[in-house]
């Protein structure tokens, strides 16, 4: 069942959890992913790449302007044009217009979170354009109509029987599920849209600062074709994607392949720094480059700065228990997992408008042990829970009952008499069921609705530890 | 006000906020002397060469060690025509001979440092296509069924047995891209133990900056073109070569 992206929150979460495929298909890759991480840190100094990477990019934001201002210097003096833009609306339209302007009817793009964030293919889409994902993940979801569910792997939902349907559907594949004659199919369709196609589109992994350069990670070598076969070049990149210098850029480069997918070094690290020149063979004519902002800075004046660290590696997805379980989808936004918990409310205009993500969590913590950049995703978490009372987004209810359980916790008289009630009601209740307590009424449905609810041990701690003394004094 | 300028001062305005969280008020860059080395490697050239080939061969690629430019010279022939047997064979058709199986789309050959190689290829019987403007669609359409290309590299690192292949004047970026085989030459003298330790004496010699600059589009590439996204399974050729092939030549000796 496909977990449907407009419905409500607890629904999504309902589709994904009835999905056995999903869940199949979501633990087999995480867990794969999670073991080449932690082999591939563990065989270098990972602790001391963790840091390293930190301070790097927390320089970086310290300087945030600064930066910026070096990167758009450097990349002008590159013969590149820097665009700048404040919301999604204007990302839109600067690449839209770049894209009529060249009559570039045909759009190729690599893999890009920020052009997800922008919903780019909608939008040249409804100019009339074609716009094809060159990504085999970004592709196989491009054909089913769905958007990606995984940072660094979009099709990590899907298991191979349903790609092989989506291919012999959409794109006529004789039936198989030889991965291989699978890529092959793929490869020569794509082939012939990079070779047709009048612009390239794609993200920006991190931009070099001191030399206006953009550099692109992947491992299929799409993202060498769309910024080298196509006239036009456009790179929309967040703006806190930076770094200062080249060997910060390396550095970053191999923190960023190691917690993603284990490698070493990813297959290909593509460093643009500007148009053909009179005299190259090859390479754009015009390279762009969107600065998007859409809420970061206001991310940064809401004190969620912490979170503008992330490098975009997938690693707390692969860690995270309810991602295992529900897979990207119910998280219901552009970005998923723990990251997406945190950035997907502190970029939107009002945080209640993903009131319910802040709890998508079980606050382990396995999330930040897996950060290149050691981001305390679950203090994060917290914090957006805690604007969400302060702005009076969080339900009514919970408010009031948080507010009793204060006030009983302050009172041992009144705890300890509501624990006595608690333990007969619930052994009666229990007694009369077959042991366990089967169903609770609204609000602690959502317990039994998956699980039994044991009854209250027919003694308190506390009686018991009173008793233990007595018997003790008396010998 | 520009969109520009709004969100710069935006930016400006937080960071001057008294009792902002993130990011801390003074924090230092990373200076070249602490920043880290990820993997290391020891060893002279040749354990060097050698850490090279494992790692590319844990990458899906393939490597020759070889001491001279002569021996240099007759393994790119050798390999040229065992990828042609390998082509025509697996086509199995009437028509496994075609014309353009013989094409290689290639840098200029001198760049190759091995002497004499063009002509030989030609003698062999290779055409060596090397494109002037691939935006123009005859010679576009010319290149677009070429099975092999070769290049040489900027550096190649044997921590990770990655190479660097640049992208401007007459070295074309399709020569290591679109076709399904790749071969690139690496002398001995751009071998380096570690990217940082290229970086390190770029930086040295007062030349990193500019140089990246001036290449328009660095590639660093380890290994073969490949994907996971089939639910795990790994397929390479995707859409950058399936095959690269290394051959690594002493020319230090000389
Ligand atoms: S928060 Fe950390 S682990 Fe998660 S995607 Fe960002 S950098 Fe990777």
């Known amino acids: 069942m496909q977990v449907d992206i407009h419905a409500p929150y607890k629904d999504r979460v309902n589709q994904a959890l009835s999905d056995p495929n999903l869940r199949v298909a979501v633990s087999k890759a995480t867990d794969r992913m999670t073991n080449a991480r932690l082999a591939s840190m563990g065989a270098v100094e990972g602790q001391l790449l963790r840091t390293q990477v930190r301070k790097m990019k927390e320089h970086v934001l310290s300087n945030w302007p600064d930066y910026l201002e070096q ?23 600067i690449v839209k217009d770049i894209a009529l302007q060249n009559s570039a009817n045909l759009v190729v793009k690599a893999k890009s979170m920020a052009t997800e964030e922008i919903h780019l293919n909608h939008a040249l889409e409804q100019a009339g354009l074609r716009v094809v994902e060159t990504d085999l993940g970004e592709y196989i979801i491009q054909l089913a109509d769905e958007p990606p569910s995984h940072i660094v792997a979009p099709v990590i939902h899907k298991r191979l029987e349903e790609i092989a349907e989506v291919f ?57 074709m769309v910024s080298s076969m196509p006239r036009v070049y456009v790179a929309v990149m967040g703006i806190e994607k930076l770094v200062p210098t080249v060997e910060d850029a390396f550095l970053q480069l191999q923190a960023l392949c190691r917690s993603a997918t284990g490698q070493q070094l990813t297959v290909y690290c593509s460093m ?204 | 006000m520009t969109v520009r ?33 990820v993997t290391h490697v020891d060893g002279d050239i040749w354990a060097q060469a050698h850490r090279f080939a494992q790692e590319l061969h844990a990458v899906k690629g393939s490597c020759e060690l070889l ?26 058709t009437a028509d496994a001979e075609r014309p353009e199986d013989w094409d290689v789309l290639c840098w200029p050959l001198d760049q190759l440092q091995i002497e004499g190689l063009p002509l030989i290829l030609e003698e062999v019987g290779f055409k060596l296509i090397q494109p002037t403007d691939l935006h123009d669609p005859e010679q576009r359409e010319r290149i677009r069924y070429v099975r092999a290309g070769i290049t040489t590299v900027e550096a190649a690192f044997a921590s990770t047995g990655s190479f660097v292949v640049g992208g ?87």
Not at chain 1, 73 to 91: F, K, M, Q, S, Y
Not at chain 2, 11 to 16: D, N, S
């Open chain 1, 272 to 475: 643009t720094s500007g148009p053909r020149q009179q005299g190259d063979v090859d390479g754009p004519e015009q390279v762009h480059v969107v600065l998007l902002d859409n809420g970061r800075s206001r991310m940064l004046a809401r004190g969620y700065g912490e979170a503008l660290l992330c490098i975009r590696c997938g690693a707390c997805l692969n860690a995270c228990p309810v991602y295992q379980e529900i897979g990207g989808h119910a998280y219901g936004g552009t970005y998923n997992g723990p990251i997406g918990a945190v950035i997907s409310p502190a970029l939107a205009p009002e945080i209640a408008q993903f009131k319910e993500l802040p709890h998508a969590t079980s606050l382990c913590g396995a999330c930040r042990e897996a950060c290149p950049v050691k981001i305390d995703l679950p203090r994060l978490l917290l914090d957006l829970r805690s604007d969400l009372v302060q702005e009076g987004a969080s339900p009514k209810t919970e408010a009031w009952g948080i507010k009793s359980y204060a006030s009983l916790m302050n009172s041992r008289r009144m705890y300890e008499n509501l624990g006595k009630m608690a333990s007969i009601g619930s052994n009666l209740y229990a007694g009369m069921s077959g042991g366990n307590i089967k169903f609770m009424p609204p609000p602690l449905n959502g317990w039994t609705a998956y699980r039994d609810f044991a009854p209250f041990a027919p003694k308190s701690f506390r009686e018991w530890w009173r008793q233990r003394s007595k018997m003790r004094g008396q010998k």
């Open chain 2, 67 to 92: 001491e001279t430019v002569t021996e240099a010279r007759l393994s790119v022939v050798s390999r040229l025509q065992l990828w042609l047997e390998e082509e025509q064979a697996a086509r199995k």
């Open chain 1, 71 to 93: 990167l758009e210097t450097n990349l002008t003096r590159n013969g590149c044009t820097v665009h700048w833009a404040g919301g999604i609306a204007d990302a839109q339209a």
């Open chain 1, 168 to 224: 012999q559907e959409k794109l006529d594949m004789p039936p198989t599920r030889e991965p291989t004659k699978m890529t092959s199919l793929a490869r020569a369709r794509l082939r012939e849209e990079f070779f047709a196609a009048g612009m390239g589109v794609s993200g920006c992994n991190f931009a070099i600062a001191e030399t206006g350069t953009i550099c692109i990670v992947t491992n299929e070598g799409n993202g060498r």
């Open chain 2, 5 to 37: 300028d709004t969100i710069l001062s935006r930016l400006r305005e937080a960071l001057q906020q008294p009792h902002l969280p993130f990011p801390p008020a003074h924090s230092e860059p990373l200076t070249h002397t602490e920043r880290m080395t």
């Open chain 2, 168 to 254: 401007r004047g007459p070295n074309a970026r399709a020569a290591s891209l679109t076709p399904f085989r790749h071969l690139v030459v690496i002398p001995f003298s751009r071998l380096y133990a570690t990217g940082e330790d290229w970086l390190a004496q770029m930086r040295h010699a007062g030349k990193l900056d500019a140089y990246l600059r001036h290449s328009r589009n660095l590639s660093i590439i380890t290994g073969a073109s490949k994907s996971a996204d089939l639910e795990g399974n790994l397929t390479t050729g995707v859409h950058g070569p399936k095959v690269v092939h290394a051959i690594l030549f002493d020319d230090l000796q000389q």
